[in-house]
Nanobody
Framework: QVQLVESGGGLVQAGGSLRLSCAASGSIFRINAMGWYRQAPGKQRELVAI???????NYADSVKGRFTISRDNAKNTVYLQMNSLEPEDTAVYYC???????????????WGQGTQVTVSS
């Protein structure tokens, strides 16, 4: 079983910062990539940022220059440093991991429970 546990969400004023964390635990052979998605009320879930095992990063245009994704491979943990937050960033943020549980397993995606980020104007 694989579990993703998120933390760091909360309420912040526009221009402020938050740091999200997501730790993967359970039976994990190798994590190929970890990322963050978000979903605002009435909107589709969208990619925020993703980081691969070799450190390659990809960001949504709306967060480039403001958010930074990083990972600690030894801890199976991914972080999202969010600076210069805007009200438009308000959403539930979900952690995602693309991983193999065993060397012979297929690659599967797992999701965290989500953490609320609210940015006031």
């Amino acid at each position: 079983q694989v579990q993703l546990v998120e933390s760091g969400g909360g309420l912040v004023q526009a221009g402020g910062s938050l740091r999200l964390s997501c730790a993967a635990s359970g039976s994990i052979f190798r994590i190929n990539a970890m990322g963050w998605y978000r979903q605002a009320p009435g909107k589709q879930r969208e990619l925020v940022a993703i980081i691969t095992s070799n450190g390659s990063q990809n960001y949504a245009d709306s967060v480039k220059g403001r958010f930074t994704i990083s990972r600690d491979n030894a801890k199976n943990t991914v972080y999202l440093q969010m600076n210069s937050l805007e009200p438009e960033d308000t959403a539930v943020y979900y952690c995602n991991a693309d991983l193999r549980r065993f060397s012979w397993s297929t690659r599967d995606n797992y999701w965290g429970q989500g953490t609320q980020v609210t940015v006031s104007s």
